[in-house]
């Protein structure tokens, strides 16, 4: 008995010493995020010739006002060109993009993935491109990102991160993704590169050096291909940008089944990212000293900030149930208790609550956050199916289409 007890209690403080890294992480990068951070010179005053590749997968919604708005940059026009890779769209979208002034690649697999679509984009348009700017089907460029860009690369940079953010916040889980979305750039992006660590990709909204990302993406065939991307230019020494006044407007998740999907896919790539790399990482930390390649492995190893608060809270509510009704005979078998667990609790939710822009205090956000006991719960469910989630291509359907909500 004595044995088990003894086996019991060192499973929980491991479990206990995983939240309390997880919380420690995003402490740490959301108070970093407020370093203010100096702006390196240009080395350069190139204007490099962009290559915008928006894929799509029966995009027909939202494509053809997403490429026409593509065109509207302030950017020299024979320095740039919108490249839409066609995948299952209708003849009559086609027909209606062939009318822009854009290059329009079809693609066709039996098995459709976004990093297949790209490496097929990338062979037949050939090489004539210094930077390759990803976007999504649904992403809306502000007018100067091409611009702001091309300086991040004139300062030295070789992948640049802009900032995305929401387009849309017409439903309460839409807004939940929009918050979400915005304490990631705060933690991942801006509390990273204040200390001098790289931002994090995001899969759409960036922008690479045409030959480097074509060469890294023909070794990648995943469904998490930005994550894969992210981790071999990390391990080679490249430093990843965050520009965080390049705006990219992308569409939030409406509907609680689709929110839930998305992060089922983005939770099973990491946890088979980490599995993959993290040995790898460890020894490049050792060997080179290369902690922005380990840091990402890390990231990768970290709950969504939903399940985070959210199982926090669940153990916290019931060792303080244990702990003010005072069941000693639970509480003998444990070693951590109530304020252990409180204390995660506070902390993990301070911060998250630092790193949400201040646009997001309203009434609108406070109805919106009665929704996230139903998250957590789906997200909790959604765990129990996440094996193969990386075997096949989940399509997200996007209906806004050029417009951009102001919230």
């Known amino acids: ?49 962009i290559a915008v590749m928006i894929p799509g997968y029966k995009e027909d919604q939202v494509i053809v006002d997403v490429a026409a708005d593509a065109l509207n940059q302030d950017y020299p026009k024979d320095r740039f060109d919108v490249i839409v890779i066609a995948d299952s769209f209708k003849p009559e979208t086609v027909a209606a993009l062939s009318k822009l002034p854009i290059r329009v690649v079809e693609v066709v697999f039996k098995i459709s993935k976004k990093s297949k679509a790209l490496n097929q ?9 210094d930077i390759a700017m990803i976007l999504d089907a649904d992403n809306i460029m502000a007018p100067d990102v091409l611009q702001k860009i091309n300086a991040a690369f004139n300062r030295g940079f070789l992948a640049v991160q802009g900032h995305r953010m929401a387009k849309n916040t017409n439903t309460d889980f839409a807004r939940l993704d929009a918050i979400s979305e915005e304490i990631n750039n705060h933690i991942f992006r801006k509390g990273h590169r204040a200390i001098g660590l790289s931002s994090a990709l995001i899969g759409s909204g960036m922008g690479i050096d045409y030959a480097l990302y074509k060469k ?86 970290q709950p969504p900030r939903i399940l985070l608060l959210g199982i926090l809270f669940l153990i916290s509510l019931a060792t303080g149930i244990s702990h003010f009704i005072d069941f000693d005979v639970v509480n003998d078998y444990f070693v951590t208790g109530f304020y252990h667990w409180l204390a995660l609790l506070v902390f993990t939710f301070l911060s998250l609550l630092i790193a949400v822009p201040r646009k997001f205090y309203n009434r609108k956000t406070y109805v919106a956050l009665l929704s996230l006991p139903k998250g957590f719960t789906m997200m909790m469910l959604s765990l129990l199916k996440i094996k193969g989630a990386t075997k096949k291509f989940i399509h997200t359907t996007h209906s806004h289409s050029g417009e951009v909500e102001k919230h």
């Open 216 to 301: 890294t993406m023909a070794t990648v065939d995943s469904v998490g291909e930005d994550k894969e991307v992210e981790m071999k230019l990390l391990k080679q020494g490249y430093v990843i940008e965050y520009v965080e006044d390049a705006f990219i407007y992308d569409e939030k998740t409406q509907k609680s089944d689709v929110f839930v999907n998305q992060r089922r896919r983005w939770i099973a790539a990491q946890l088979s990212h980490f599995k993959h790399y993290f040995f790898d990482g460890v020894w490049h930390l050792i060997r080179y000293g290369n902690i922005d390649y380990y840091d990402k492995v890390i990231q990768m190893i």
């Open 1 to 49: 008995m004595e044995i088990l007890i003894q086996t019991g209690r060192v499973i929980e403080l491991i479990i206990y010493a995983f939240f309390f890294l997880a919380t420690g992480y995003v402490v740490f990068y959301s108070l970093t995020a407020y370093i203010p951070r100096a702006r390196k010179k240009d080395l350069t005053q190139k204007v490099r010739k």
């Open 121 to 129: 984009c990338m062979q037949l348009i050939g090489d004539d491109y």
